[in-house]
Structures are given as structure tokens and as C-alpha cells.
């Protein structure tokens, strides 16, 4: 069973410019959730979709945004580029939201974004 | 409010030492679920266990055990005879069932070193 894949895995960009994210969940899960992950701030949620819909927001400035297509893969697009939002970018599945801890977050390689 | 702390930053051990990574979180959900994550240098969070709030049973799975006591709030990770292949960043995480947020909160990592 392929597990959580994320395109591509690393990335350069420059201050100013827009990227955006693929996520491919494992076959089945339809809650995608995405995590941005720093050295000073640590690990913190951008976002959660199931069945193409937003459910939360974690706390991030509008130029992050995201959505969900009906085969419950998912992209995320950073607008406006800033050096800050230079990371790792993990993208998580799960095939039941409700109920994570009956299966768990099964947590992808991740991009890396260098902003220069 | 919700929170993960993990207090130890790093911590270094020599091959065959016992180690205990320490987790304390606080919830105001009654339901909740803990998971113990590992982030090797390929930056993939690889899941370990997972615990809901029911299930205070203590358990070993080979080398690692989990300690989880509702009274302290905590939720301890031990490895027993310790290897250079368990060198990674720890991560102790909280997903709250009754919020709903289907997110999960992460503690700042703990980096275990194990030295030849």
C-alpha cells in the first residue's frame, strides 16, 4: 500500500513568488491535513480538508490556502513569498477525521521550501 | 487551552543505555488521543503508538514502552537498550475528539543521540 506522497520534495523560491504543494494521501483516507515545520516555531497546523471541504484553520496569514479534489488528493499555495516561510511542509491522511485515533495521521516525506 | 510540552530539548545517551522521554499535555476534552511520532534526518514523522484517553494500559512493544497517566497529564516514552539507529527527533502529539478540530497539537521534540 503507497503510503503519503508529497511533490516535490524540494523546492527554491524567491521572495515575492507564489508555490504550490501536492499531497496524495494513502488510497482510502479522506482527511488531508497539512503541517508547516520550523526551527523556531516547531510543528503547527495550516490546515485540515475532508471530502473537499475546509474544516479548520490553523493560524496563518490568508496568502496560505489549500484545497481538496474529489480524489482526496490535495494542494496548498503559499502567495507572496516572505524568507519566513522557508520550512518543511508535511501533509498527514487519515481515513477518518472523527475518529483519528482509531487509525492515526500517517505523516508524508515532506517538502522542503527555501525562500532566498 | 491545549498543549504539549516536551521538556527535554536533547538528550544524549551511549548504545545500550535506557532512555525515558518525558510528555505532558493539557486538554479540557474528556476524549482525546496521544501519538509518539519519530523524525529521522529524512524528515518523514513516522508514527510509533497511539492512546486514547480511555486506555490507560501501559504498553511494550519490543524495545519501547509507554507510560500513560491521566492523573499527571503525561505520557512517557522509554526505550530500553538503546541503538545509533534510534537517533531521531521525538514527538509527542494531542488530538482532541471532542473539539473536533482534526489537528493535531505537537510538543516542541525531543532530539535523542545515541552514541556508538
Known amino acids: 500500500k503507497a503510503g503519503v506522497t508529497q511533490t516535490p520534495r524540494y523546492l527554491i523560491k524567491t521572495r515575492g513568488q507564489q508555490v504550490t504543494l501536492s499531497c496524495s494521501p494513502i488510497?482510502?483516507?479522506?482527511?488531508v491535513s497539512w503541517y508547516q515545520q520550523t526551527p523556531g516555531q516547531g510543528l503547527q497546523f495550516l490546515f485540515e480538508y475532508f471530502s473537499e471541504t475546509q474544516r479548520n484553520k490553523g493560524n496563518f496569514p490568508g496568502r496560505f490556502s489549500g484545497r481538496q479534489f474529489s480524489n482526496s488528493r490535495s494542494e496548498m499555495n503559499v502567495s507572496t513569498l516572505e524568507l519566513g516561510d522557508s520550512a518543511l511542509y508535511l501533509c498527514?491522511?487519515?481515513?477518518?477525521?472523527?475518529?483519528?485515533?482509531?487509525?492515526?495521521?500517517?505523516f508524508g516525506s515532506g517538502t522542503r521550501l527555501t525562500v532566498v | 487551552a491545549q498543549k504539549v510540552t516536551q521538556a527535554q530539548t536533547e538528550i544524549s545517551v551511549v548504545e545500550k543505555e535506557d532512555v525515558t522521554l518525558d510528555c505532558v499535555y493539557e486538554t479540557r476534552d474528556t476524549t482525546y488521543y496521544l501519538f509518539w511520532y519519530k523524525q529521522p534526518p529524512s524528515g518523514e514523522l513516522v508514527f510509533l503508538i497511539r492512546?486514547?484517553?480511555?486506555?490507560?494500559q501501559n504498553e511494550i512493544s519490543g524495545r519501547y514502552s509507554w507510560n500513560f497517566q491521566k492523573s499527571t497529564s503525561s505520557f512517557n516514552f522509554t526505550i530500553t537498550a538503546s541503538q545509533v539507529v534510534d537517533s531521531a527527533v521525538y514527538f509527542c502529539?494531542?488530538?482532541?475528539?471532542?473539539?473536533?478540530?482534526?489537528?493535531?497539537?505537537f510538543g516542541q521534540g525531543t532530539t535523542l543521540q545515541v552514541k556508538p
Open positions: 498527514a491522511s487519515s481515513p477518518d477525521r472523527v475518529r483519528p485515533g482509531n487509525y492515526g495521521y500517517t
Open positions: 492512546r486514547n484517553s480511555f486506555d490507560e
Open positions: 488510497s482510502g483516507h479522506r482527511s
Open positions: 502529539a494531542l488530538s482532541e475528539a471532542e473539539s473536533n478540530t482534526g489537528k493535531l497539537i
